[in-house]
């Protein structure tokens, strides 16, 4: 970037190359998890976990299934109700989600895993994730208002094991602050 800097289009490059190194510099040292592996015969989620940490200076770990479903059960039952109430607030809600509905279990249970998962990450560091659908392993429903909600507030997100798009989202969203 070169020119006065006061002149319009040096500081519209200025603002360009500061947002790229605020997403550089947040993926140094990064930790991404990856809940399960790929999505069996899907090759495009598949990479090299090693040279990325090395070239881009994140790191790329997995865990099962069964170490978030672990902590989506130590989830209480004051802190679901609470999400489930917010979900009310903040969302049209179908009428058979809602409290008194016939499926609002559903709701609760989307609450729990949320809580459980942002625990997970939260508790482990991380910047982003990538899950799954093949191998539930005691999840009752995918993550998906989780998810949502999660990529909201910057986390990074790959569906089906692409940890390489969970490490750009993140990028992107620390870049676009």
């Known amino acids: ?39 069996r015969d899907v090759a495009v989620t598949e990479g090299d976990k090693v040279e990325a940490e090395i070239k881009f200076g994140y790191s790329v770990n997995g865990y099962g299934i069964g170490d978030l479903v672990e902590g989506i059960n130590d989830v209480s039952d004051t802190e679901t109700q609470r999400i489930a109430s917010e ?18 279990q559903a709701l609760l249970d989307a609450a729990r895993t949320e809580i459980g998962l942002r625990t997970f990450l939260t508790d482990g ?11 539930l392993h ?6 998906g208002i989780a998810v949502q909600r999660l990529m909201a507030e910057g986390y990074g997100f790959g569906a089906e094991g692409d940890w390489k798009t969970a490490a750009l989202v993140r990028a992107m969203k620390v870049m676009g602050r």
């Open 125 to 135: 560091s991380f910047k982003g994730f990538t899950d799954t659908f093949e191998d």
């Open 1 to 39: 970037v070169d020119g006065h800097w006061q002149d319009k289009k040096v500081l519209q490059q200025l603002q360009v190359w500061m947002r790229a190194a605020c997403g550089w510099h947040d993926l140094q040292k990064a930790k991404f998890c990856r809940f399960g592996d790929n999505m």
């Open 138 to 143: 005691g999840l009752i429903q995918l993550p």
């Open 87 to 104: 979900y009310e607030e903040k969302y049209d809600v179908s009428p058979v989600l809602r409290r008194g509905g016939e499926r609002y």
